[in-house]
């Protein structure tokens, strides 16, 4: 039963329609659960094992009835679990266990003596056990069966002990299994259900649609062919012990400078966990994990609670941490490595046993990880949990190993490795060749943690399957049970959990607007009934989560999006055969929405869903963009029906639009005296700018541009609020404000073409006309090209040059940007304009003989070797090389290095050695 309701937790919520569905399979699959249950069956044996219930205090399990054993045996699992470690005593001798294959299991030194043990309401006893690390919690052997007051048929199954009044009672307790009353309901009326809240307790489980008859079911039994790569690769899954193998990246600890050790104290701990404390210090001795130690620094140690109640063992290393240099090592992003599953149907998850004991500690550094205990001073010899750096230094020892198979067919994440394929025999051999990697790196597996060709498994919070991806059920349901919250940091706490499955909700932004407000500390908590609808709404939405599709780059994509008052929306959605399928929803609140128009926030989504999805779409041949503002087409057309004409301008001298780019510079120089300090006040401040300039007398055509626009003067605005004045009787479309403005347009076009003169004779003083032509010499500014590393430009000459020109750029035939010969080495642009150019005079006698080439130094950062002439070498230093550079004077010569030489001109140094 605990089988069938672990499947039915797991499964995954699908609709369900009448004939979808066939009651009969549940009851098949209960029944067959049910008879493996009461018979405890296993793969690997044929013959039914035969347990009985029993009960130690107020724990109780199922023991295990063999006759081939001579001893009782305690596991140790169980041993801890319910705290029986305070009982447990060292043999003076140890036992050595043979197993019924003759191989000598490893000696046995730990016992519990007469445990009060009860088969029946009526009958209990004292028994001895032996711990033995085994699956079974208890295993009773023929030191218990051999007594007269035990009978036990194999055959029938059944045990039989005596009682207080020597009565046999049978002590055979089958399990209990309750009859399970099966409901089929549709998904529409269940959801109907709860969103009325007429329900008040109910438990569902989700039922799978039957696949057709054509398509292999996903909880089939595995392939022959996984099955025996397995057996092939057992020696994987065994479990890690001893000295760990010598591998390319070890754990390093680096401290900051000046630190002084960190010494903690002993904590106080209960029987129970001074008990699991020997046993895991006892095991971590055995296997050459840890060491007896000297060390300066002692850590404390403490316990945490694992899900099964079991404790694990922590050293609190908060201070060491807080002094240790952080590795900036990258963890892979979550969702990055969802999306690379597109297309994959089968999948397998390795979980490493013990994943960070598999590396080692750098040997300089163990003496940092000491530990102190009430039984002794200790440190480790392998990556111990709860270091600051041991998930960087994990991840990149996995991304090592693995390099050359990641985003092929393998993700890894720390110690959780996914194999992932489009078919089942393409995914025998990916999983052979992981398994092949682990086994030639000495990595172990955990076996029972490890699933294999599955089409269907949870992975890093998601449940993923050839459909899509939706968030896990337990996930779901931490959500729909929690409680209300009472303060800004129950808020959080429940906006970080939902945050985290914001992709599946649509408009999430818009529900959790109310919500996210709270999270602010300068918002006073008032939980109102706006916050307590978000809280509800973000419930249901992640109940009726969506399945959302694995991004696959072969298939076309659409891009829908919208906007409101509240912020935008947008969704990604790709095409296959049958329809349109989700990938990912977006939103997001902005507050300056609202003073957009329509249009701008349609753009504005569409731009933030291009930032979003960037990664998708850029260089994706095409993809379709679905809006519902049509207005959106004219920024397309805006040029068109303007009349503007684009053109194009050369680097740093965009002279295309000179009026615009004059009152540009004005604007600059008015916003200089009214933006803060911080800068980020200039957009507020145009409006102010806007009205201070068109109010203003404009010195080219004497007049405001207000009153120019308008046709009257309209540039004392604050005077003819201030002060009374007769009522303008004209109309715009009066003779006389047309005749008074047709005035005003003329004595504005006299002062610009008046002020065009001055300009141009102010301008033309000391203008001379261009003198380059085609198929002159000129120098070209050393300003335009990129200097070497380390290399002051103060130092270098101004010019570099000089070199032809090919011809004049643009519709202007004598400039002013020209074509440059430059030297092909050189990866810069070869147009230049007139103004980083300088005609080149050659001298009329050579007065200095041997100057070197102006040749500035290569775009790409260094100097080619063009061939080296000599060498030399004095003492002990290393030998240097006379070189020559390519596209250069050969009279520049320079000497280099050999190790400079090997690593740049790797062929000219094994041609000159």
């Given amino acids: 039963m605990t089988q069938l309701r672990d499947y039915l937790h797991t499964a995954v919520p699908a609709p369900l329609m009448d004939a979808g569905v066939k009651v009969v399979h549940l009851h098949n699959y209960i029944a067959k659960i049910d008879s493996e249950f009461k018979t405890q069956w296993y793969d690997d044996i044929d013959t039914p094992l035969l347990y009985i219930r029993i009960q130690i205090g107020e724990a109780t399990c199922s023991a295990l009835i063999d006759c081939g054993t001579t001893r009782n045996y305690m596991s140790q699992d169980f041993m801890v679990r319910f705290g029986l470690g305070p009982h447990v005593r060292r043999k003076s001798q140890p036992t050595q266990v043979t197993l019924a294959d003759g191989h000598m299991h490893k000696s046995i030194d730990r016992c519990i003596d007469v445990v009060p043990v009860y088969f029946a309401p009526h009958a209990s006893e004292a028994v001895s056990f032996d711990i033995l690390d085994t699956k079974f919690d208890m295993i009773l052997g023929m030191s218990w069966l051999r007594s007269e007051d035990r009978l036990a048929n194999f055959y029938h199954r059944t045990v039989h002990v005596r009682d207080r009044n020597g009565v046999l009672v049978p002590c055979t307790v089958p399990p209990p299994h309750p009859s399970i009353s099966c409901h089929v309901v549709s998904a529409a009326s269940i959801r109907a259900s709860i969103i009325r809240d007429d329900i008040e307790e109910m438990r569902v489980c989700f039922l799978h649609a039957l696949p057709p008859q054509d398509i292999p079911s996903t909880n089939s039994p595995p392939d022959p062919r996984i099955t025996e790569l397995l057996d092939a690769y057992g020696d994987v899954f065994e479990t890690p012990h001893g000295v760990v193998p010598d591998r390319p990246i070890r754990h390093e600890i680096i401290l900051e400078d000046g630190v002084v050790p960190p010494r903690g104290c002993i904590n106080r701990m209960s029987e129970e966990e001074l008990s699991v404390l020997r046993a895991q210090l006892d095991d971590l001795l055995e296997k050459s994990w840890i060491r007896p130690s000297s060390s300066p620094y002692s ?3 403490l316990f945490v609670r694992k899900k099964k109640k079991e404790l694990r063992l922590c050293i609190d290393y908060r201070k ?9 090592g990258p963890l892979p992003r979550i969702d990055d490595l969802l999306e690379r599953l597109g297309g994959a149907k089968f999948f397998s998850k390795l979980d490493l046993k013990s994943g960070y004991h598999q590396l080692e500690i750098r040997q300089e550094d163990r003496y940092k990880t000491a530990f102190k205990t009430r039984y002794g001073h200790f440190e480790w010899l392998v990556m ?13 020892a996995m991304t090592t190993e693995f390099r050359h198979m990641l985003d092929r067919f393998v993700l890894i994440y720390l110690d959780d490795i996914l194999v992932y394929s489009r078919s089942l025999d393409e995914h025998v051999e990916h999983l052979r060749s992981v398994l092949e990697r682990l086994r030639q790196a000495k ?11 599955r089409q269907e498994l949870e992975y890093l919070g998601h449940y993923v399957t050839p459909q899509g991806i939706h968030p896990l059920a337990d996930k779901i349901e931490a959500i729909r049970v929690w409680p209300e919250p009472t303060n800004t940091t129950g808020v959080r706490s429940f906006m970080g959990l939902a945050g985290y499955y914001q992709r599946f909700i649509t408009g999430y932004s818009r529900i959790a607007a109310p919500m996210m407000r709270l999270q602010s500390p300068k918002v006073s908590f008032v939980f109102d009934d706006d916050a307590r609808r978000s809280f509800q ?6 109940l009726m989560a969506p399945v959302l599709s694995i991004y696959d780059p072969t298939l076309p994509m659409r891009v829908t999006t919208d906007a409101s008052g509240y912020g935008i929306g947008a969704v990604l959605e790709q095409h296959d055969d049958d329809d349109c399928h989700p990938v990912e929803y977006f939103s997001h609140k902005v507050p300056p929405i609202n003073s957009l128009d329509d249009a701008r926030k349609e753009l504005l989504a569409f731009v933030m869903a291009l930032k979003r999805w960037r990664h998708f779409l850029l260089g994706c041949c095409r993809f379709t963009w679905v809006t519902d503002n049509n207005p959106l087409t004219y920024y397309k057309t805006q040029d068109t029906e303007s009349g503007t004409k684009m053109k194009p301008s050369s680097a740093r001298h965009p002279q295309t639009d000179g009026q615009t780019e004059r009152a540009h510079q004005t604007a600059q120089m008015m916003l200089c005296t009214l933006i803060h300090p911080d800068q980020k006040d200039w957009v507020d401040r145009l409006p102010d700018i806007e009205f201070a300039y068109n109010t203003l007398l404009h010195p080219a055509i004497s007049i405001t541009p207000f009153e120019l ?3 009257g003067r309209k540039g004392r605005i604050f005077a003819d609020l201030l002060l009374p004045r007769t009522a303008d009787i004209d109309v715009a479309s009066s003779p006389a404000s047309v005749q008074k403005y047709r005035e005003l347009l003329a004595q504005a076009r006299a002062n610009m073409q008046k002020a065009q003169v001055c300009m141009q004779q102010q301008a033309n003083r000391h203008c001379v006309p261009c003198p380059i032509r085609a198929g002159d010499l000129v120098w070209v500014s050393a300003e335009e090209f990129a200097l070497e590393r380390d290399v002051s430009r103060k130092l270098l000459p101004k010019w570099f040059g000089p070199w032809p020109v090919t011809s004049a750029a ?10 440059i010969n430059i030297p092909p080495h050189l990866t810069v642009h070869p147009v230049f304009h007139a103004s980083k150019l300088a005609t080149y005079t050659p001298f009329k006698s050579d007065d200095f003989p041997g100057r070197r080439s102006q040749d500035p130094p290569s775009m790409d950062g260094h ?4 061939r080296v002439i000599t060498d030399r070498k004095y003492g002990s230093k290393p030998r240097q090389y006379k070189v020559t550079f390519k596209a250069c004077d050969p009279d520049n010569t320079r000497w280099i290095s050999g190790t400079n030489l090997k690593a740049s001109a790797q062929l000219i140094y094994a041609h000159y050695e």
């Fill in 299 to 301: 850590d404390p140690v």
């Fill in 320 to 328: 060491l941490n807080t002094q240790t240099i952080k590795n900036a």
């Fill in 384 to 396: 111990p949990f709860g270091l600051t750096n041991a998930p960087a230094t994990f991840q990149a």
């Fill in 443 to 453: 990595y172990e597996a955990n076996r029972d943690k490890c699933e294999f060709a």
């Fill in 537 to 542: 709404a973000l419930k249901t939405a992640m």
């Fill in 709 to 711: 626009h308008h046709g």
């Fill in 810 to 819: 643009g519709d202007e035939p004598d400039g002013p940007s020209f074509v």
């Fill in 863 to 866: 100097q080619e070797v063009h």
